[in-house]
């Protein structure tokens, strides 16, 4: 009964709690462009679709980026398609000039295939489209010269509801799930390709129809299973709904994170420690605890420093970032930890540590923020668990191994007040 209201705590705490904001948001833009291009004055709601995981009510509260698309006239098609060149380009400069009138302090800008509005709350990403007679949409693309596309995002919403509905309201929360998953671990995942394998998952599965919240674990040790029997080298699945490619993100990363998260969660049922791994798994939105566990076995008092990235921005992982270290020693040849770690090695004391950002596909710019943590009864009895979230915007951070204990870096990426990447390098340091 226990894990059954915890879930139901934790599945109902990552809900989006926005929802009125985003659509008094979505509602203004309407307005702007319902009169710009049909000379409606007054409506919030014709002609304007919200898309993506927002629209396939998956999101996740914190969520970063909102879909919307805005059904233009096909005069307007006409129009432009009759250009001799990349009218497509010329269509999304005139949708951004237009919105620029009714946000002139706002950072817009229309390049690719969206028209892209950068609010402090999060970005909104406007694809120009115009609705076909079966309710699928074409959209510009400026690349090589321009074209015209096709999306279906009305069948995917439609889908990911039936499957809500098949599953008696279970479908939602574990999509959401996958998603704290993602965000609190660190890696690329997108919220289509998230959605697409758990409805195969729910659909080879009946459903889960007869199962109830108090199944909820047995379910997600199921789904990390699925995930990872995944082909990693996959170059695309056929999305929910629409069955337009949907593309592997991050070369499948997560096929081998879902691989450790289905060991530790397998492990945990059989030591009975499963709050404790689910924590690990989700973080502190599952937990809704944010503090510091010290040994109450230790007779000495420590400070409770620790602060967590998801109580100071919202966390929205989308790209990758990769942190490594230098460790450097008088007289050897210096080594880097994640070849250490490869290697089954550990690290003694009074070495040199120069941890760095390796790789990220995150463009600049963006804010860096380091985090080092140190961990064990050597931590505690010095008073020294540290844990606090700096801003440095360097990509290197200088240390020294002073004291044993398992510790470990967190670098994270933000923009725009939202965490984007995020990465996390043990340091296990031994006295001999």
């Not at 070495?351 to 390796?358: D, G, N, S």
């Not at 790789?359 to 600049?364: A, K, V």
Request: with cysteine; net charge negative.
């Amino acid at each position: 009964m226990r894990m059954a209201s915890d879930f139901n705590s934790f599945c109902d705490n990552i809900k989006i709690k926005n929802f009125e904001d985003i659509t008094t948001t979505t509602g203004n833009i309407a307005k702007k462009l319902n009169k710009a291009y049909y000379d409606i004055s007054d409506d919030s709601e014709s002609h304007m679709y919200i898309v993506g995981s927002v629209g396939r009510k998956t999101a996740v509260n914190g969520n970063s980026d909102l879909d919307i698309l805005f059904d233009l006239p096909a005069e307007i098609y006409t129009k432009y398609n009759d250009y001799e060149s990349n009218g497509q380009s010329a269509l999304l400069q005139d949708v951004k000039n237009t919105l620029l009138e009714k946000y002139p302090n706002s950072d817009i800008s229309g390049d690719g295939q969206v028209v892209v509005i950068a609010f402090n709350k999060y970005t909104i990403e406007l694809v120009p489209a115009f609705k076909q007679s079966d309710n699928r949409f074409k959209y510009p693309d400026t690349h090589n010269g321009g074209s015209w596309k096709i999306t279906d995002p009305l069948s995917e919403q439609t889908e990911c509801l039936d499957c809500e509905n098949q599953s008696n309201n279970k479908y939602f929360d574990f999509c959401r799930m996958v998603r704290c998953w993602k965000n609190n671990i660190g890696f690329k995942f997108g919220g289509l390709l998230i959605d697409t394998l758990v409805y195969n998952f729910f659909y080879d599965n009946d459903y889960f129809a007869n199962k109830s919240i108090e199944d909820y674990t047995e379910i997600l040790l199921q789904l990390f299973d699925y995930l990872k029997s995944q082909n990693k080298d996959q170059t695309y699945w056929y999305a929910v709904g629409s069955n337009q490619q949907v593309y592997n993100s991050d070369n499948g990363k997560f096929v081998s994170k879902a691989k450790k998260a289905f060991e530790k969660l397998n492990e945990a049922i059989e030591n009975e420690t499963i709050e404790d791994t689910l924590s690990e798994l989700f973080g502190t939105v599952y937990s809704n605890d944010s503090s510091t566990y010290v040994s109450k076995s230790f007779e000495f008092n420590c400070d409770n420093t620790e602060e967590f990235i998801e109580n100071k921005f919202s966390v929205d992982i989308r790209y990758s970032l990769t942190i490594d270290c230098i460790v450097s020693q008088n007289g050897f040849r210096d080594k880097m930890l994640s070849i250490i770690l490869f290697t089954g090695g550990y690290l003694a004391i009074d070495k040199r540590l120069t941890f760095k950002i390796a790789d990220t596909d995150c463009m600049e710019p963006y804010d860096i923020y380091w985090k080092v943590r140190n961990v064990g009864d050597e931590a505690i009895r010095r008073n020294m668990i540290r844990g606090n979230i700096e801003k440095t915007n360097s990509k290197i951070k200088k240390e020294n191994t002073n004291f044993k204990g398992p510790h470990y870096v967190e670098c994270f990426l933000v923009k725009n007040g939202v965490c984007v990447a995020r990465d996390r390098i043990d340091v296990p340091i031994k006295s001999c």
